[in-house]
């Protein structure tokens, strides 16, 4: 056996190296705690010194043994320490930034841990530590102590403090502590691996064990563990070198266990009484933000795990098959924690949030960061799902146009939101249709169903004899979309908001006031429907006839032609291909120019196709039409970065250009039919070795790449397409030119007419990369970062979706020429720090940006016609002069909007350039004005007076330093409105207007009279 001698001498010189390295880590670590002790400096602050005595006689600390108070710039979170006599050290930092109240929860809690003697723990778990370092129940019993360490010393914080103090006291200073730092032999306040939300939640759990010292019996069971443990530690470690093939059992067991999620959290009512009973469920939408974007013809994953306790605790292990059902997932799905309960709105938050052990990571950083702004701080670390009271059902009456009752008529919830509701009732009382997208959207950072979740969460209703229904579980002011279906009537989404209100309708699209509108309806309404006309037919093969199943027809708007009418939220018009290659849409109006879209299954090579459908009363019944699709030919391939060859995560599009012969053959490719592609959006991605594959056509055409991981110019390969108009930047796709710079990467391919596949490798140039950092004011780094220009033509900050991890202090500017200029801008995440950088030349082993404080600007836009607010405008940057000097450049402000008074706040401007501001209403009325900081300080905030002045008028008009509150901006104003005849004309010409009154049950309404009420 003498490869078994080699083998146990190899490990016991691993282990003897190994436990020796971590020895000397030790013994460096307690020496430098020495020195950090020796040279810390006694806090001399009288409100720090009653605090802290007060501390010292609150835990039980004898005289003679009363802690030292010091403070230090070498530790950046308070720590204990000291073996035989204990301290207490706070960073000098901490003192200054923190409240008194605050500090005096640090001192019971740290003052605990030298009254415990834990530090003589601490020193026995890192001897242990260092010579059972091989052994994972060494490792696992160290966490489990330093958390009962914490535990217990948060204890005795809770017997002098409310549990909500202390976790608001957590969570302010974890934000002053950023990265808390373990010291060998300390015991830190943040230093254990216990990660915050838990430690919150557990101090808000009302039974929570809140003793402070053990009982006798308490120190036997101790003793009689530690003695088992070591006894298993020894077994276990003969076992490991002696039973070879039971550890890879084991082993094997463990990674399978390691891919089980256990979650947990707390369902409470708005007041914060827990809610027992809850019905719990596991929700894997199949589309993000219930949005068919990718227009896969699939259901998402919905799974009840239980119901809460009666403190409304819920704790459940997803096994292992739930999880690879959840990992097998579409990248468009997300995954979230559900609760219902009778009598209350359902409430979600994604997965993420209720996972016991997660692995951290910035992206759970960011969604922390987001859940907290959406809903609150802290709601995140609570893990709490918060239902809100449903105080009646929702009760609608449906009616046709002439007052008859419908009956039998199918009422689905499509969609439902936890809007802002201050926002969303501010926007309805002033009819401002951004303003209620915005409040929708508010807290889309929880998620959402979609509606195949919903269905069965809500069950479709029917309207009774009398055209009435009723839906259960829309909680007060949440929103629910509600969609009618029935072959005599539209399908027209309405908005139902969980209140009490007379019903709005507001513009569907903001520039059309006059034209479509969308209804916003309270928990009780009447809703008069309009007619509609099924629509049925067969999607075929182009080539063969032969019928096609699986393929999603949908409507993708209405009244293309009459832009007053247009409507784009028509989704729900939809239906799936059978055997027969047979589809029924009902719902679509009598009308002209609506396009139905035909996308086949991804299994094979089938082009989508659109086909405009145009429907009138006279059509009888029904109205058939026939599909036809184009099978064409798959191109597949590998997409890779060329300096590393490594895959790339990319979604890919096909097009075919102008020339193509074999494009008529799909009517969405004509020209002379006008029709947009079927542009499904990243409906084709890579895998994970970067490979694609995707249909196109024989002939010329171009392969269009969006790649998914930051760092490549956009337009990439232009130059190299046949007809490539570098003055207008479009390439001569069908059937109308598309700019190059919507993609990162173009090449153009040719199959041949017989060809069935085709493979085309590309590679992303990121060019050349320079590497950069950000810090503050002070000097020290930046994090949560947005950046402007990292990337060539890339004309938005970086990252530009919510759910994207913000930068860190180091950045990269990429593919830059070597010649210039380029400009970089950058902020922090509330815009109070920005900075900028501009590139030229040869390129820099490293970029260094300093922000310094933005500057904020207020104000009040006049409409110079009017002389009233402009209300309700989008405020927008068209160009940015550094310094005041040209060349102008691109720069984009946060989304911002006039509110009804025509007030204005922009953020995040930086001193001493000026910026060219333009804003508009829905309507087309203009007002441009110039915002000069050359003479502005960082940090300033300019509050500008009414821009333009009353009485100025043209683009030459200025604003002197006198009208203004704070002088050192200066804005120039023009205004706009009607910018030709013909619409003044339009706006003045006879409008015959015709309409129906009726009651409340329908009936006709004789004698009332009618008037106009209008400017």
């Keep these: 056996m003498q490869w078994l001698a080699i083998i146990v001498t190899i490990a016991t010189v691993i282990w003897a190296v190994v436990a020796t390295l971590l020895l000397m880590r030790m013994a460096i670590g307690w020496i430098r705690l020495a020195g950090i002790l020796r040279r810390a400096e006694p806090i001399a602050d009288p409100d720090c010194l009653a605090a802290f005595t007060k501390a010292c006689a609150l835990t039980g600390c004898r005289e003679g043994h009363t802690p030292c108070l010091v403070a230090s710039n070498e530790i950046s979170g308070p720590l204990a320490a000291g073996i035989f006599a204990g301290s207490v050290v706070l960073p000098k930092r901490l003192i200054a930034d923190s409240r008194p109240t605050e500090l005096a929860e640090v001192f019971v809690h740290e003052v605990a841990h030298v009254v415990r003697r834990d530090q003589i723990v601490v020193l026995l778990q890192n001897l242990v530590a260092a010579i059972y370092w091989p052994h994972p129940l060494v490792r696992k019993l160290n966490r489990e102590l330093a958390k009962a360490r914490e535990e217990v010393c948060d204890n ?20 002053l502590v950023q990265q808390p730092e373990t010291i060998p032999g300390s015991v830190g306040f943040f230093a254990s691996r216990w990660k915050l939300e838990h430690r919150v939640a557990g101090l808000l759990d009302e039974a929570r064990d809140t003793q402070t010292f053990l009982s006798r019996r308490g120190w036997a069971f101790v003793l009689a563990s530690t003695v088992g443990l070591l006894a298993a530690i020894c077994v276990g470690t003969v076992t490991i070198a002696t039973a070879q093939n039971s550890n890879e059992d084991s082993v094997a067991e463990s990674e399978a266990n390691s891919s089980e999620i256990e979650i947990s959290g707390i369902v409470c009512e708005q007041s914060g009484d827990p809610i027992g009973g809850a019905t719990i469920w596991l929700a894997v939408t199949s589309f993000e933000f219930n949005s068919e974007v990718n227009m896969e013809n699939r259901e998402g994953l919905l799974r009840e795990l239980g119901s809460t306790d009666e403190r409304g605790r819920f704790d459940f292990l997803l096994d292992e098959a739930t999880t690879s059902e959840i990992r097998e997932c579409s990248r468009f799905a997300r995954v979230q924690i559900v609760a219902t309960s009778d009598g209350h709105g359902m409430d979600w938050l994604p997965l993420d949030v209720f996972q016991d ?59 439902l939101r936890q809007p802002n509701v201050p926002q969303l009732t501010n926007a309805l009382e002033n009819a401002w249709k951004q303003g209620v997208y915005d409040a929708m959207n508010s807290t889309g950072i929880a998620g959402g169903l979609a509606r195949s979740e919903l269905q069965k969460l809500f069950p479709p209703a029917k309207t009774d004899e009398n055209g009435e229904f009723q839906i259960r579980g829309i909680g007060d002011d949440q929103l629910a979309t509600l969609v009618f279906q029935d072959e005599r009537i539209e399908a027209c989404p309405v908005h139902v908001v969980g209140r009490e209100m007379e019903t709005l309708s507001l513009p569907h699209m903001d520039q059309y006031p006059d034209g479509t509108k969308d209804l916003f309806v309270g928990r009780e309404f009447n809703y008069s429907a309009a007619p509609s006309i099924p629509v049925e037919g067969t999607v075929t093969d182009y080539d063969t006839g032969k019928p096609i199943s699986g393929v999603l027809v949908s409507v993708e708007r209405l009244f293309r032609r009459e832009y007053a009418k247009l409507r784009l939220d028509t989704r729900q018009m939809r239906a799936v291909t059978d055997e027969q290659g047979r589809f029924r849409i009902i719902g679509m109006p009598p009308g002209d120019g609506h396009i139905i879209e035909a996308v086949p299954p991804k299994s094979e090579p089938y082009l989508p196709a659109p086909q405009e459908v145009s429907l009138s009363l006279e059509d009888g019944k029904t109205k058939r039409i026939e599909i036809q699709v184009k099978r064409g030919v798959w191109i597949e391939g590998r997409i890779t970065d060329k300096e590393s060859g490594e895959p790339r995560s990319a979604a890919i599009e096909y097009m075919a250009m102008g020339k193509n012969p074999y494009a008529m053959d799909i009517a969405g490719w004509d020209p002379k039919l006008r029709l947009d592609p079927v542009r499904v959006y990243q409906r084709y991605v890579t895998d994970s070795d970067g490979r694609y ?39 001569p796709t069908l059937p109308v030119p598309f700019p190059a710079s919507d993609w990162h990467l173009l090449k153009q391919i040719n199959p041949a007419k017989d060809a069935t596949s085709l493979t085309s490798d590309l590679t992303l140039d990121g060019g050349v990369r320079i590497p950069g950092r950000v810090v503050g004011p002070d000097g020290k780094p930046i994090s949560n970062l947005y950046a402007l220009g990292l990337t060539e033509g890339d004309p938005y900050w970086t990252p530009n979706s919510p759910d994207k991890a913000l930068l860190t202090e180091r950045f990269m500017v990429n593919g830059y020429d070597g010649k210039g200029p380029r400009q970089s801008f950058f902020k922090n995440q509330d815009e109070t720090l920005v900075g900028q950088y501009r590139l030229e030349g040869t390129a820099p082993p490293e970029i260094a940006v300093k922000l310094e404080p933005s500057v904020r600007v207020t104000g009040r836009l006049i409409e110079n016609e009017t002389g009233l607010p402009a209300a309700r405008y989008f405020v927008g940057c068209q160009e940015l002069l550094l310094n005041g000097n040209a ?7 946060r989304w911002c909007h006039t509110n009804n008074a025509g007030e204005f706040e ?16 829905r309507i087309g009325n203009k007002v441009d004005f110039t915002i000069d900081l050359t003479k502005a300080k960082p940090g300033e905030t300019i509050e500008l007076a009414d821009v333009p002045q009353p009485g100025t008028h043209g683009a030459n008009d200025s604003i002197s330093s006198s009208t203004m509150k704070k002088s050192n901006a200066v804005a120039s104003v023009s205004t706009g409105s009607r910018q030709n005849k013909s619409e003044d004309q339009a706006a003045h010409s006879p409008i015959r207007i015709t309409g129906r009154v009726i009651d409340p049950n329908g009936n006709p309404v004789s004698g009332a009279k009618i008037f106009y009420a209008g400017s």
């Design 887 to 893: 060349p102008p450049l691109d720069f984009m402000i």
């Design 693 to 731: 594959r995707l249909p196109g056509l024989s002939g010329p055409g171009v392969l269009l790449v969006t790649s998914l991981d930051p760092g490549y110019p956009l337009a990439a390969g232009a130059e190299t397409i046949d007809g490539y108009d570098p003055s207008t930047g479009k390439i």
């Design 357 to 415: 052990d997660p692995i951290p990571n910035k992206e759970r950083d960011l969604l922390q960061s987001r859940i907290d702004d959406a809903f609150g701080d802290g709601r995140f670390a609570s893990r709490t799902l918060v239902m809100r009271p449903e105080s009646q059902p929702v009760r609608g009456r449906i009616i046709d146009l002439e007052g008859n009752k419908l009956s039998n008529v199918t009422v689905i919830v499509e969609s």
């Design 156 to 175: 005795f914080v809770l017997a002098t403090t409310e549990a909500p103090i202390y976790s608001r006291t957590l969570l302010s200073l974890a934000q």
């Design 906 to 921: 922009i953020k995040g401007l930086m001193a001493g350039h000026v910026y060219k501001m333009k804003a508009h209403n």
